[in-house]
């Protein structure tokens, strides 16, 4: 492991705080490199990657992202799944997260589930939300103010409720899937989307689940802020 320790980069506020989380449940050693979004007044980048984090790894410059140790060539990985895929292939020695020999179908499946309809969904809310679309005419005007993301939810409970027992979506632990998906969810949570508790509630007892792991205790400690309710929100 020293010779293949990774770097972490991490933005306040993001998506990345799930990878925080699946380094802690981990257990693994790592280097953390906080980084801070632009602040609301920024002239063109409100919100956006700050430039410490814009040096690291242009032209995307997003967060999460992690650079590989020396043993894997200091290689700069982004996007959310594929970080979470290498560190479970190159660390999880034991299966425990089942990718070699679990049912990484099923682990496939749900996270395909949460980083396409899901996110894509919530994405919508959020621009909605933002102001910065409006809803179009007739019957499928509205699809994404609501009833696509009830169907994306419904579905994922239904998923829950019929797969392996234990609380997680891949069993008595979470693993790549619950990771993935805890950043959809917590979107729809923190930005109050609907009432996660009286519409879907064997989701909100899966999202208090993750919430109550004390490796995602620590990873919010060592993070530098996570509440997806902060960006504004226009009345519409
Ligand atoms: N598809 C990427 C998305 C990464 C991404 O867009 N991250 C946002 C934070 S949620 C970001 O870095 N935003 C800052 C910016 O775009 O400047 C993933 O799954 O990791």
């Not at 479970?88 to 997260?97: G, K, L, P």
């Not at 809803?135 to 169907?151: A, H, M, S, V």
């Amino acid at each position: 492991m020293s010779d293949n320790k990774p770097t972490f980069h991490h933005l306040n506020n993001s998506q990345s705080q799930r990878i925080l989380w699946l380094l802690e449940e981990m257990g693994i050693e790592y280097d953390l490199v906080l980084h801070t979004r632009n602040p609301a007044t920024h002239p063109t980048g409100p919100f956006q990657s700050p430039p410490s984090l814009l040096a690291v790894s242009p032209p995307l410059s997003t967060a999460p992202l992690l650079i590989t140790g020396p043993k894997d060539g200091n290689r700069a990985i982004p996007e959310s799944t594929a970080i979470a895929t290498y560190l479970i292939r190159t660390f999880d020695t034991a299966d425990r997260f089942g990718l070699r020999n679990g049912d990484w179908v099923r682990d496939e499946v749900i996270t395909s589930m949460a980083t396409t309809n899901l996110q894509r969904a919530t994405g919508f809310m959020m621009m909605l939300d933002f102001g910065l679309i409006r809803n179009g005419e007739g019957p499928l005007g509205t699809i994404f103010d609501g009833p696509e993301l009830r169907k994306q939810l419904g579905a994922l409970e239904r998923e829950l409720v019929g797969g392996p027992k234990g609380g997680f979506f891949m069993g008595e632990y979470p693993g790549r899937a619950d990771v993935i998906l805890e950043f959809p969810m917590t979107m729809v949570r923190h930005r109050g989307y609907l009432d996660l508790g009286e519409e879907f509630p064997r989701l909100d007892e899966w999202l208090q689940r993750c919430y109550d792991r004390e490796a995602y205790k620590r990873a919010l400690e060592k993070g530098n802020g996570y509440d997806m309710g902060s960006f504004p929100k226009v009345p519409r």
